[in-house]
């Protein structure tokens, strides 16, 4: 089946510090999906984003399609951003990466 | 904005009895799944459902698993005998169609003791 990589693993930054993190994934896909996995365990939708670029707020996304990555970008991090985040991608139901943990120090 | 609803939020069970949990998905949705995501572990794929009836199933899916649509607007998965390594937060989910944006409930959180 289709593999997902994200990087980093963990990431610890100060309040106000920017961020990239990646997802890479080992097959064309037709649905793409960030989400923010909160400490309540809930999944929050960032982005649907199978190519091109979104912003929303003090995130946005990059999907290019062809190099089968997608990058999403947290400028002017706050605590409330700290949680994992997921890629997910899928030719049908959604495979998740393993997340990069985010931990926004004030 | 429309959400998808699970129920229980929790729900604590002996080793060997059958669970049923509940999901209503956003009403104009036609795709349902179901995924799991054992505590420090990442989220996986158990089921999607179209039109009545499973379209794809992962390895995890195996007999002890079912869904169903008994009604309009219920999603149910039941688990026959549960197992304690079937502890996890079970993810219900739906979209429009199968190319898009798919929307996650709040999770049922299981514990298999």
């Known amino acids: 089946g289709i593999q997902v990589e994200q990087s980093p693993p963990d990431l610890i930054l100060q309040e106000g510090a920017n961020s990239t993190l990646q997802c890479n994934f080992s097959?064309?896909?037709?649905?793409l999906q960030w989400f923010h996995q909160n400490p309540w365990g809930q999944l929050i939708n960032l982005f649907y984003?199978?190519?091109g670029t979104k912003q929303n707020g003090r995130l946005s996304a990059t999907t290019v399609a062809t190099e089968r990555y997608s990058l999403l970008y947290i400028s002017s991090s706050q605590t409330t951003d700290s949680g994992v985040y997921f890629c997910?991608?899928?030719?049908?139901?959604?495979?998740f990466g393993k997340g990069t943990h985010l931990i926004i120090q004030p | 904005e429309p959400e998808v609803t699970q129920t229980p939020s929790h729900q604590v069970t002996q080793m060997g009895q059958e669970v049923i949990l509940r999901c209503v998905p956003i009403?104009?949705?036609?795709?349902f799944y179901w995924y799991r995501q054992i505590l420090g572990q990442k989220v996986e794929f158990l089921v999607s459902?179209?039109?009545?009836?499973?379209?794809?199933k992962s390895e995890i899916f195996d007999d002890q698993f079912s869904v169903e649509r008994p009604d309009g607007s219920n999603f149910t998965l039941k688990i026959r005998s549960t197992k304690l390594e079937d502890s996890a937060m079970y993810f219900c989910?739906?979209?429009?169609?199968?190319?898009?944006?798919?929307?996650f409930g709040e999770g049922s959180w299981l514990t298999v003791v």
């Open positions: 989910a739906s979209s429009v169609s199968s190319g898009n944006t798919i929307y």
């Open positions: 984003i199978p190519s």
């Open positions: 997910a991608v899928a030719p049908s139901g959604l495979t």
């Open positions: 459902f179209y039109n009545n009836e499973i379209s794809e």
């Open positions: 009403s104009n949705h036609l795709y």
């Open positions: 097959d064309s896909v037709n649905n």
